[in-house]
């Protein structure tokens, strides 16, 4: 038997999902009545997000709609998205950045390490990179952790992993 378990919580959001999304998006933007013939474009980002063209502020909200609804029918939550603000581009066009965050970060993670020792739930927790490590010597104190962080709104899209 195991002297302690232990999980993971973490904050990840799978790529694919967002370039797959992404690709629907493009495809809905070729389609859409509204849309077709227009300079409105989504694209990757340097690994750390999306770029959204418009013609327009309406045309841009639209696809931020589109690429929102996407997300959540492809299971990324919008906790992860940050909108950078609107810019001027060139052509009377305009833009909007949207970073989509990785893995939890160290203010955060100290929120969290700090909420799971208010609990007074006898675990201990260790900040391991852009996760958390939380370690107990009974399972059943474990699943009264993971219940206590679902039941808490951090701001951020979190899951629990490396269960052992």
Known sequence: MADNYSFDITSKVAWQEVKNAMDQTTKEIRQRFDLKNTKSAIELNAEKGVIIKADDDYQLKALIDIFQAKLVKRGVSLKALVYEKLEKALGDTVRQEITILQGIASEKAKEITKAIRD??????????????????????????????????????????????
């Open 119 to 164: 609990s007074k739930l006898k675990v201990q927790t260790q900040i391991q990179g852009d996760q958390v490590r939380v370690l107990g010597k009974d399972k059943d104190q474990l699943q009264d952790v993971i219940q206590f962080v679902k039941s808490k709104d951090f701001g951020i899209d979190l899951q629990f992993s490396n269960y052992r």
